[in-house]
């Protein structure tokens, strides 16, 4: 019975390589998955793009071909443009490709939806022109369209790499507005040995920094105060550094401060979640296989603690394994010995992230946004009126929902989920566990009403009442 | 790069058909089969929609199909503009504004 | 702390009870839940409507009436005072038929009543053309409408937000985040949370929806109540689509087309459900195609509090005199009545409404 023994959300590299390992102990595998071609967004059209700017975009990203290739099998189903509203009695997954909707069931579900950058609401972040790193790299990846004169704002690995591959595109970017501070550093020297495990991770920082230098980009570092001007469009970024206020005038600003676990999915099956300090974000509970308190439900990757790319193809196939064995496909003993090397890598990729997570922390300035700033992007809600809400007794993220519209977008609170709890923690001196986060119920993405009500074994509602 | 964009394609491919495309009143030709929001990027359209709430104007800012803003209309219907690729003949709207809501 | 009034249960129920009895001078402390709470406040669908309600209990219906003519004076104070307008709009609104046979039948049993209620139950009926002219999205498959001219809607929310703001301003204190574990009488009523708050009161108010069903029989009630489960839909904001509103979906102030609601008995299961979904935008798209469409944003379900008949219980509690339980299914549409008329009862004051029918003794 069933469309497939799994389904497998998301065909990033946690999503690739656990479908592959669940096909190779035998299971049939359906990947569900939103973009026209796989990889997800760290390999995004990986076969298309390493033909045409491989040398740009690094080994490291061209190496995602490998994930690709391995979905060549038989046993693997790939519905590419399916974007999944609905996970519904465990492993009933509701879904929409080209305008049509339909349902797929397995016995299995695996979320490998991968990560979000973490909101970074500053003045003037909903402007045209400002987009997330993220996005200045998918262009870049996808498309081969670089930004114009861009600033990057905020801190992490992620800003140095955006910045390489500008400058080896031949359009480096005007500056770095990096948020994190000496201190910080300072503070991540204790997780150094730790680090050093993962020492490709900083070897490949170090380089990308003396890139950037010989590029002469130039950093401005500890930078506060930040914020984007401009009326219909980005104009300029100012802010704060060394003592001084600046100003660089750009119509292409790039934020990033990290990025979080996408939990939306995670969510809306009731997974219970709880707060990580260290990266300051809600991750989904699950055990060292990914399986969670819903018994149908793994999860793999980003989705669920952010480790980054290789991680997450580790974590994919170790997820795999445990579902192989639940279907009675794998003895335990096989399972827990294909997945011991497994484990020992993922160790080794986890190494350098203490230090990482430490050295280049969230921006205090967009955690903590001064009342006029927006929030809330789909419903135009600010930090101040959170906090007014929280004077009027409000909770939690849902009472504001409610008070506000905070969240009511269709973005379904994607983009304000984390800031609406902190600044509530904050207001009302509750920890973020406490606060608690948006209930996230179907759809998990808009669908037409038509999309929805044309498909199969829909059932006529009763009778009415308000 | 378009006039009036802030974004420059690195590398055109010039076996890539150019199809004819329209964004409200304006007539584009836009490469087939590329993302529709880059593809609009490039082409120097900017904003892509004002909001329902103030009127604010919006522009593509996740690329990932995560934010909505880059919401476009395209036979009826609003769609994220990062999820579509370009296809002969698309009449692109604006989605219902702020304004449109008050009549 | 000492009040005249506790309220168990800070929705719209509780407040808007709250809120008159502030108006009247009285002293008000309001306890509320959590953030994960069951709230009908925030879940329900908006109408403040009087058709179809009490065919077989005029009382109620006129009960519903009065407290929908309170209505516009109701939220026009609650504006003034804190700004929030509530989106009410009184101008009619529809019971949508699918069939000439369904519409006949209805039509049948408002006569009945309008009779019992002396001719006072102004309706009108539409055929389809005339419905047409009134709804212009409106479907082929709608044989035709029930115009009822004292139904309307309003934004519960924002209601909920100006009551919870107005009555602090008026002086009450809400104290959020309270569970409720005990309640005690001596001179005074003691209410104890499991916070270990206690809060003391001449006397009490139990509004607490669904909560009522545990606390209800430690204060001498029978509460009778049950949760059953509506779920609704909302659509990306859209320019004007519905004129007003009809159960099957309205377009609320902010732009988008509200669409509901089931009536589920799952119990305290408050889920969305796939059958549920595809059964209501079915529904919708009949009655207005253009909306197969729109985007559907967001969908949630709710838990109704239904007595046994679907009337409110209105009573003081024989073991514990001093306490009273109020409860309904329609806390919107009775927010008038309960702001303006419910202290009158509860004061026992000259004009106080006669409220025997809704009291526990008809269980």
Redo the contacts between chains.
């Keep these: 019975m069933g469309d497939a023994d799994l389904i497998v959300i998301g065909a990033g590299p946690a999503g690739m390589s656990a479908a592959r390992r669940a096909a190779d102990c035998g299971l049939s595998v359906l990947i569900l998955d939103?973009q026209?071609a796989p990889g997800g967004?760290i390999y995004r059209d990986v076969d298309r793009a390493s033909a045409?700017?491989g040398d740009?975009l690094g080994k490291d990203f061209t190496g995602g071909q490998k994930l690709t290739q391995r979905l060549n099998h038989e046993s693997i189903t790939h519905l590419k443009?399916a974007?999944v509203w609905q996970i519904e009695d465990q492993a009933c997954v509701s879904y929409t490709q080209a305008g049509q909707g339909a349902v797929a069931t397995a016995k299995r579900i695996l979320l490998a939806t991968g990560a979000?950058?973490r909101p970074m609401p500053m003045p003037g972040w909903?402007?045209?022109?400002?987009?997330?790193a993220?996005?200045a790299q998918?262009?870049?990846k996808?498309?081969?369209?670089?930004?114009?004169?861009a600033v990057l704002v905020g801190s992490g690995p992620l800003l140095y790499l955006i910045a390489s591959q500008m400058l080896r595109?031949?359009?480096p970017p005007l500056a770095l507005v990096e948020t994190q501070t000496r201190q910080d550093f300072a503070r991540s020297l204790r997780h150094l040995g730790g680090a050093l495990r993962g020492w490709p991770y900083l070897l490949k920082g170090l380089k990308m920094l003396w890139e950037l230098r010989r590029g002469q980009i130039h950093r401005y570092v500890g930078a506060t105060n930040i914020a984007i001007e401009g009326d219909?469009?980005a104009r300029a970024v100012t802010f704060s550094s060394g003592g001084k206020t600046r100003r660089i005038a750009s119509?292409?600003v790039l934020l990033h401060h990290g990025v979080v676990p996408?939990t939306q999915m995670a969510r809306s099956v009731d997974i219970p979640h709880h707060w990580d300090n260290l990266q300051s974000c809600f991750v989904p509970e699950c055990d060292n296989w990914g399986r969670t308190a819903v018994p149908a439900v793994f999860i793999a990757g980003d989705g669920a603690g952010i480790g980054g790319a290789k991680a997450a193809a580790l974590a994919g196939e170790i997820a795999a394994l445990a579902i192989a064995h639940d279907l009675d496909k794998l003895t335990q003993a096989s399972r827990d010995a294909a997945a011991q090397p497994l484990r020992a890598g993922l160790h080794k990729e986890r190494a350098a992230r203490p230090f990482i997570d430490t050295a280049y922390p969230a921006y205090p300035g967009a955690l903590s946004p001064q009342d006029s700033t927006i929030i809330c992007?789909?419903?135009?809600v600010t930090a101040g009126d959170i906090r007014r809400m929280a004077a009027l007794g409000c909770l939690g993220p849902n009472q504001t929902k409610a008070f506000g519209r905070a969240g009511m977008?269709?973005?379904q609170g994607?983009?304000c989920g984390l800031s609406v709890t902190r600044i509530l923690s904050d207001a009302n001196g509750t920890a973020p566990d406490i606060t608690g986060h948006y209930r996230i119920r179907p759809p998990i993405?808009?669908v037409?009403l038509g999309e929805i009500a044309g498909m199969k074994n829909h059932v006529t509602s009763e009778e009415k009442n308000d | 790069?378009k006039p009036g964009s802030?974004?420059?394609?690195?590398?055109p491919?010039p076996d890539t058909a150019l199809v004819d495309v329209r964004f409200g009143t304006q007539a584009l030709r836009l490469p087939l089969g590329?993302?529709l929001a880059?593809?609009l990027?490039?082409a120097g359209v900017?904003?892509?929609r004002r909001?329902?709430?103030?009127g604010?104007?919006?522009?593509?800012?996740?690329?990932?199909?995560?934010?909505?803003?880059c919401?476009v209309k395209i036979?009826?219907?609003?769609r994220q503009a990062c999820?579509l690729?370009v296809a002969e003949g698309l009449e692109i709207e604006m989605?219902?504004a702020k304004g449109?809501?008050d009549? | 702390m000492t009040s005249d009034y506790a309220i168990i249960g800070g929705g719209i129920v509780g407040l808007s009870l709250a809120w008159g009895l502030l108006k009247r001078g009285l002293r008000v402390t309001v306890l509320d839940g959590d953030d994960g709470s069951f709230r009908a406040s925030r879940g329900n669908f908006g109408l403040v409507w009087v058709q179809g309600k009490g065919l077989n209990a005029p009382g109620y219906a006129s009960w519903s009436q009065r407290s929908a003519a309170a209505w516009s004076g109701f939220a026009a104070e609650l504006t003034d005072a804190t700004g929030y307008e509530l989106g009410l709009e009184q101008r009619g609104g529809y019971d949508l038929h699918f069939s000439e046979e369904s519409l006949e039948a209805t039509v049948a049993k408002y006569e009945g009543l309008k009779a019992k209620l002396g001719g006072d139950y102004p309706y009108e009926v539409l055929g389809h053309n005339a419905l047409r002219r009134e709804e212009p999205a409106i479907g082929p498959k709608v044989a035709g409408a029930i115009l009822h001219h004292q139904d309307g809607h309003a934004n519960p929310l924002k209601l909920l937000r100006a009551l919870a703001d107005d009555v602090r301003r008026l002086g009450g204190v809400i104290l959020n985040g309270k569970q409720v574990t005990d309640v005690r009488k001596s001179d005074l009523f003691c209410i104890t949370c499991a916070d270990s708050t206690q809060v003391r009161a001449q006397k009490i108010v139990l509004s607490a929806g669904l909560g009522a069903m545990a606390l209800g029989p430690k204060l001498g009630f029978k509460a009778p109540i049950r949760p059953q489960r509506g779920q609704v839909l909302i659509t990306?904001?859209?320019?004007?689509l519905i004129n007003r509103p009809s159960l099957v979906a309205r377009q609320v102030d902010?732009?988008g087309i509200q669409i509901g609601a089931t009536n589920e008995e799952v119990g305290l299961d408050d889920g969305v459900t796939f059958s549920g979904l595809s059964g209501l935008a079915a529904e919708a798209i009949a009655a207005f195609p253009v909306l197969a469409?729109a985007?559907l944003v967001r969908s949630w379900g709710a838990l109704r509090i239904l007595s046994p008949d679907g009337l409110p219980i209105y009573q003081q509690s024989t073991e514990m005199p001093g306490a009273y339980l109020v409860t309904c299914h329609s806390g919107i549409t009775l927010a008038a009545a309960h702001a303006r008329f419910l202290p009158q009862w509860l004061e026992a004051a000259d004009g106080a409404p006669d409220l025997e029918m809704f009291s526990e003794a008809r269980f």
Excluded at chain 1, 126 to 132: D, F
Excluded at chain 1, 377 to 380: F, G, K, Q, S, T
Excluded at chain 2, 51 to 54: A, D, K
Aim: with cysteine; proline share 9%; aromatic share 4%.
């Design positions: 939103e026209p967004q045409l700017r740009l443009g974007v979000l950058e909903t402007l045209p022109g400002v987009m997330t993220g996005a998918i262009l870049l996808q498309s081969g369209i670089a930004c114009e004169r595109a031949g359009v219909q469009a119509d292409n996408n992007r789909c419903e135009e977008g269709p973005c994607r983009y993405k808009p037409t | 790069m802030n974004f420059r394609e690195l590398t491919m590329e993302n880059a593809a990027l490039v900017m904003p892509f909001t329902p709430v103030s604010a104007p919006r522009g593509p800012f996740c690329m990932m199909g995560a934010c909505f803003d919401l036979d009826g219907v609003t999820m690729t989605p219902a449109d809501l009549g | 990306e904001k859209l320019p004007k902010e732009g469409k985007q």
